[in-house]
């Protein structure tokens, strides 16, 4: 494990308490420790594990997958064929077929659809493993931000920021590669969500240690702050809400041995259902958020 003390990401406190313990969703024997910032709140992970890249490597993780082997694989590529079109009609409210640059793309599925949408794209991808996918699919995807030139006009990070040990240092890089009427996009988990609350640990956008950092909305205005950055509108990804259940579901089941297995499924419906009303009438309940920032 890492030994340097932390800083909270949101206001820089050292002082911390412990918030959460939280099972690795593919290995629930193994559980990681989230900590509360004293001073504001935030939720991180620590300690890190020095050789996390290890944890990206299991075959259930899906956004590396190059196939859906279960029936939560497929449901994923399922959903996600949707978000894709939700994701393009909601850029192309601010840009039409522009210079778009995905930071973490993964093996290049949003690339790809925006590419057959008629944009010029480009990726980082640090992941060899998934970054080859989509070059032999055709994209043009580096391993580092610093090996990307010119500016774009659209910077997405689609479930990326929460992953980055140093979110700051890669923030200020993006900014500086959009255009001056350029957007950047930012989609995470929302640790205020409804299904965060009743799935507590069990959530599984907790994702630990995979997932470092745990926001509410509060956190990521706070977060932009420093970067002259600022939120101008928010949406939810309608489906992460059923799928981020029916994970936390599973989770909660494997660590029960699945006792009270039906139960459970029967509550992780109501859960998503009860959550979608929410998100209906107060955006900053979704499971999931999506921040349009300029």
């Not at 029936?71 to 939700?86: A, H, S």
């Not at 080859?132 to 997405?156: A, M, R, Y």
């Not at 259940?245 to 041995?257: K, R, V």
């Amino acid at each position: 494990m890492t030994v340097k003390p932390p800083s909270c990401l949101i206001c820089n406190s050292k002082e911390y308490a412990p918030f959460l313990e939280v099972p690795n969703r593919f290995n629930v024997l193994e559980s990681f420790i989230l900590v509360r910032c004293s001073t504001c709140g935030f939720v991180y992970l620590w300690p890190v594990p020095e050789e996390i890249e290890k944890y990206y490597e299991d075959e259930g993780y899906q956004p590396h997958q190059e196939k859906a082997e279960t029936f939560t694989d497929r449901l994923y590529r399922w959903i996600r064929v949707i978000n894709l079109n939700t994701k393009r009609h909601l850029i192309e409210k601010y840009h039409k077929k522009d210079l778009l640059l995905d930071y973490g793309c993964g093996t290049g599925a949003f690339l790809l659809h925006m590419k057959n949408a008629g944009w010029s794209v480009q990726g980082a991808e640090p992941s060899e493993k998934a970054r080859s996918v989509g070059i032999q699919n055709g994209l043009d995807i580096k391993k580092d931000i610093n090996q990307i030139s010119g500016s774009f006009n659209v910077i997405t990070l689609w479930h990326v920021l929460e992953h980055i040990e140093n979110a700051h240092e890669v923030i200020d890089s993006l900014s500086r590669k959009l255009t001056l009427d350029g957007i950047l996009i930012i989609a995470v988990p929302n640790r205020d969500s409804l299904d965060a609350r009743v799935y507590k640990s069990h959530w599984v956008a907790f994702d630990a240690p995979r997932h470092l950092y745990h926001f509410r909305p509060q956190d990521m205005v706070r977060f932009l702050e420093p970067h002259h950055l600022r939120i101008v509108s928010k949406r939810i990804l309608f489906f992460d809400t059923w799928f981020n259940t029916l994970l936390s579901w599973q989770t909660e089941s494997a660590m029960s041995q699945k006792r009270f297995y039906a139960f459970g499924l029967i509550k992780s419906g109501l859960v998503a259902m009860g959550a979608s009303f929410r998100e209906a009438f107060c955006v900053d309940s979704g499971s999931s958020l999506v921040y349009v920032i300029q």
